[in-house]
């Protein structure tokens, strides 16, 4: 796919970003707070098994979980709290208390939060891709979860991204999950454009990486709780609190 600016107006997007690559969860979509509420309710299930654990809370959410492939969620909170389970096997049931069987767990209680209170982008996320698509500016995007596809269209923004790098394609074609930069790079890849002139728009410290480490153009931070400074410290070119200040900028 080729994508240049070249023909196109200039914009108050700088010039030399030619691609928006976007993380999903808590970026375009309030997912994260669904993720949040399933991870909570099966981890504070798995904990109570074990004596002298403290429940499960947001701040370990933001420290071990956000932005990672789900079963490294699981296996690095866990050993944060030094309890060790069998890694398992994907096709694990739910029920199984193995790594695998406790994310497959998280992702039934997702799907069924998913269905149940449905979702809506941000505004100003929804917003800035609208008058991105105005410009002409390529976008994608890239997440860890497997889910994608089924957020973006309940979220009705299926249509507007030509190119979706998942924890699906991540998975067929042994990509190592943020904050290794290989799904941004393959995303940047698909849509034809360098990956110095394409920006990377994420919430979680760990996608911020993923960005500073793949040479990208510029990296957003979205502050959606995590902290600015935490952002920053990641790497983060700038942060905002919402995108719809990227968005006000090109009107």
């Not at 299930?45 to 403290?54: F, K």
């Not at 370990?60 to 956000?66: Q, R």
């Amino acid at each position: 796919m080729t994508n240049s600016m070249e023909t196109m107006d200039p914009t108050p997007f700088d010039e030399k970003f030619h691609a928006v690559l976007f993380d999903l969860d808590g970026v375009l979509t309030p997912t994260a707070l669904i993720h949040m509420r399933a991870w909570q309710e099966m981890f504070n299930e798995g904990l109570s098994r074990h004596q002298g654990q403290s429940p499960y809370t947001d701040e370990d959410y933001f420290a071990y979980i956000d932005g990672k492939p789900r079963y490294d969620g699981v296996r690095d909170f866990l050993a944060s709290r030094g309890i060790t389970l069998p890694e398992g096997d994907p096709s694990d049931g739910p029920g199984a208390q193995t790594i695998c069987g406790l994310g497959n767990r998280k992702n039934d209680l997702f799907n069924t939060m998913l269905v149940r209170d449905g979702i809506q982008p941000y505004p100003g996320s929804r917003r800035w891709v609208d008058m991105l698509h105005k410009h002409g500016v390529a976008m994608a995007v890239v997440s860890s979860s497997r889910n994608a596809a089924a957020v973006l269209e309940a979220a009705g923004m299926a249509e507007d991204f030509t190119v979706l790098v998942d924890g699906n394609l991540s998975k067929v074609e042994g990509l190592p999950g943020k904050p290794a930069p290989d799904t941004y790079l393959r995303g940047a890849e698909l849509l034809g454009v360098p990956a110095g002139q394409c920006v990377v728009v994420e919430d979680a410290v760990s996608g911020v990486r993923a960005g500073v480490v793949g040479g990208f153009g510029m990296v957003l931070g979205v502050n959606r709780g995590i902290g600015a400074d935490r952002l920053r410290e990641a790497g983060a070119d700038r942060v905002v609190d919402d995108l719809d200040e990227m968005a006000e900028e090109m009107a």
